[in-house]
């Protein structure tokens, strides 16, 4: 008797637990989650509309993890993302942001969007939505147009700032001596090619967004390891395959083509990203709309820079 009781009880227990797992599973769907893919977010702060980019995805049959981008920054990991039916939740640790605290989101999926909360570091709430980022895909090979130059002689006329402008032009010259103002074409842009060439004093930082939201890295990086967020890295996302940063104060080379959201690099003529995917918008971009044309958008606030022969050559 005693033999029966205990394989009754184990029975019992095994019932139990499967009934408890088989419960769990069905609130979660695993390869095919609605959550699955990638998001553009808005997070509306304080006033503000803060471009923000998520991706989910699945990790073996039973996690879901991702990455996220916030308003600046870099792309920075998330170790799990819970789902129960259509409500999620995850927590990132702090990057740039005050504070020592996470960023704690939740939200739900509805039929054609993601929409939820944000507790910042300081501890308030802010709202925030999300629809599926596009595939920007391109059936055909572009023709390209007609190169249109983005430097005068002694006028920036293609430009404008974003705050007081502290960039002249002279002899070809676009400078900026000292951090300020970021500046952005007045003309938008889909597919293109783009010539530019740029000189930093040593320690000094820059950038070009492609369309607004693709960060091309400038910075003094001579003899560093070619991490993301490196001299010709796509910020946060996409490493150059080799170091060809030349010494500060030289003139240096960026040839940039992006078609749909592929882009290809050559910095200081050698090919240093080729025909990659750029997964989302990078920290800093203006917005998330990435179905949209953009306009170049030249770092400004993070020190001195020079650029010269800005050609930018579109797709009909």
Not at 118 to 137: C, I, Q
Not at 177 to 199: C, Q, R, W, Y
Not at 272 to 279: A, R, Y
Request: aromatic share 12%; net charge neutral.
């Amino acid at each position: 008797m005693k033999k029966n009781k205990s394989f009754q009880f184990f029975i019992a227990f095994a019932i139990c637990v499967l009934f408890v797992t088989t419960s769990a599973l069905a609130n979660f769907k695993f390869e095919g989650s609605p959550l699955e893919g990638r998001w553009d977010l808005v997070i509306n702060k304080d006033g503000k509309q803060l471009p923000s980019w998520l991706e989910v995805q699945h990790s073996g049959t039973r996690t879901l993890i991702g990455r996220f981008v916030y308003a600046f920054g870099s792309a920075r990991p998330i170790a799990e993302v819970k789902l129960v039916n259509s409500h999620f939740s995850f927590s990132i640790p702090t990057q740039w942001e005050p504070g020592t605290g996470n960023m704690d989101f939740e939200g739900d999926i509805t039929a054609s969007m993601i929409v939820g909360t944000m507790t910042f570091t300081d501890g308030k709430k802010y709202n925030f939505t999300g629809t599926r980022a596009p595939l920007l895909d391109r059936n055909a090979a572009p023709v390209w147009g007609t190169p249109i130059p983005l430097i005068g002689k002694s006028d920036m006329n293609e430009w404008h700032a974003e705050g007081a402008n502290q960039w002249t032009v002279k002899d070809g010259v676009l400078s900026s001596a000292k951090s300020g103002s970021n500046l952005i074409s007045n003309k938008t842009f889909n597919d293109f090619k783009l010539h530019v060439e740029f000189k930093y004093p040593k320690g000094s930082n820059s950038g070009v967004y492609l369309r607004g939201r693709y960060e091309v890295q400038i910075v003094d990086s001579k003899g560093i390891f070619p991490w993301n967020d490196q001299f010709s890295a796509i910020y946060g996302f996409l490493p150059p395959n080799e170091m060809v940063a030349k010494n500060a104060g030289e003139w240096q080379t960026y040839d940039i083509t992006l078609i749909g959201r592929t882009v290809t690099v050559v910095a200081n003529g050698k090919t240093v990203i080729s025909s990659t995917v750029i997964p989302g918008i990078t920290g800093g971009a203006l917005d998330s709309r990435e179905g949209e044309p953009g306009p170049l958008f030249i770092q400004g606030d993070h020190g001195p820079i020079e650029y010269r022969n800005i050609v930018i050559t579109p797709a009909k």
